[in-house]
């Protein structure tokens, strides 16, 4: 028979079963919440069964584990002289998504085209051909034809080097693989906007925006040398033909906006700038999208390049999509680390320099 006490401690252990269960609901429940509201990057398969392309990525990622068969393939291994592999697809496709969304350059609505090979060749064209007025029953003679020229834009090489502890890739808790993807596209996001707006074109950069031949040749002034005048700014949309007026957007520093938010109308004495009326809408100058870049000329000194303004697609990006990564298992093993190499390729240059002005500090 069942005493008292024996019936007490069988509640006893029911009710601890069901809090210990309640409380594992809810440790759950938590972690979930806490995944939805923090703002991770969605890497790929988080939804259901992993792949066995993603399973072969986080494998070498965190054991170096290089498996046969098609674990091997999905990895793509790569035909050069490094030792590394190429990322899945979907890594890359992250990891461009995630560098348009720091790269002004690309948010500013630049051309961007991608390719496999050493470079890419666009056809431009140079000159529009010249219609004629005839008759039903004249002469078709020649008309003059349009002209085409070449651009080649070559990719250049980046690189990122990012050591990972070994705990760090023992504890599978941590989410690894996009604490990769966001730090190698941040890095890449900052070099490769300084490349597209100062980059030399020769050597190993980007041809920059600011240092393109036509623009240098065609810029205009600020009206004053430590600043800009309303005057000179209303007349900068004039310097383009209408149709690139569509899509054209200003592009400056933080520093120079600044100023310019405080210019008002000459006549009106209405301020030349609206206002944004929300986090994702931007401030318009005289009806146009203002872009803000911290690689433009900050310090508004005479002869500075304040201001670009125009249809930036007229600028083009040439991305190498597959990105690789080397695994450096033995070189950094003496500190407890593994060394991860991420390489990219992209390519940047003026394709159409008719459809952006540059604005520089002079009276």
Request: hydrophobic share 40%.
């Amino acid at each position: 028979m069942t005493t008292d006490y024996e019936m007490e401690k069988a509640i006893a252990r029911i009710s601890e079963n069901n809090r210990q269960f309640v409380e594992d609901k809810f440790d759950v429940l938590d972690r979930e919440l806490a995944r939805i509201k923090s703002p991770q990057l969605k890497f790929m398969d988080t939804d259901g069964p992993k792949s066995p392309e993603s399973k072969a990525w986080s494998n070498f990622l965190r054991k170096g584990i290089v498996p046969n068969g098609i674990d091997t393939k999905a990895l793509l291994v790569s035909d050069g002289p490094q030792a590394g592999f190429l990322a899945p697809g979907a890594f890359s496709r992250q990891l461009i998504e995630i560098i348009t969304e720091f790269s002004p350059i690309r948010k500013a609505g630049a051309t961007v085209l991608q390719t496999d090979k050493e470079s890419l060749t666009i056809l431009k064209k140079a000159s529009i051909g010249v219609a004629k007025w005839v008759g039903e029953t004249e002469t078709r003679t020649e008309t003059v034809n349009p002209i085409f020229g070449l651009e080649k834009i070559t990719p250049h090489e980046m690189y990122r080097l990012i050591l990972a502890s070994n705990q760090m890739l023992e504890d599978s808790y941590i989410s690894f693989e996009e604490m990769l993807v966001k730090d190698a596209a941040q890095s890449f996001a900052v070099l490769e906007g300084a490349g597209f707006l100062t980059g030399t074109g020769v050597g190993n950069e980007p041809e920059g925006l600011l240092v393109n031949a036509t623009l240098e040749a065609a810029k205009v002034k600020s009206g004053s040398d430590t600043t800009v005048l309303a005057d000179n700014l209303i007349a900068v949309p004039d310097q383009l033909k209408s149709g690139y007026l569509t899509n054209a957007k200003w592009l400056m520093h933080r520093n120079t906006w600044a100023k310019i938010k405080l210019l008002k109308a000459p006549t009106s004495n209405m301020y030349l700038f609206e206002p944004n009326l929300g986090v994702a809408v931007p401030n318009r100058l005289l009806g146009f999208d203002v872009i803000l870049t911290p690689d433009m000329d900050s310090s508004l000194a005479a002869g500075d390049d304040c201001i670009v303004f125009g249809d930036f697609s007229g600028y083009t990006v040439v991305d190498r999509i597959q990105t690789q990564v080397v695994r450096l298992d033995q070189k950094y093993q003496e500190y407890g680390e593994i060394g991860f190499i991420f390489r990219r390729r992209v390519g940047g240059q003026v394709t159409n320099p008719e459809a952006l002005v540059k604005v520089y500090c002079a009276t």
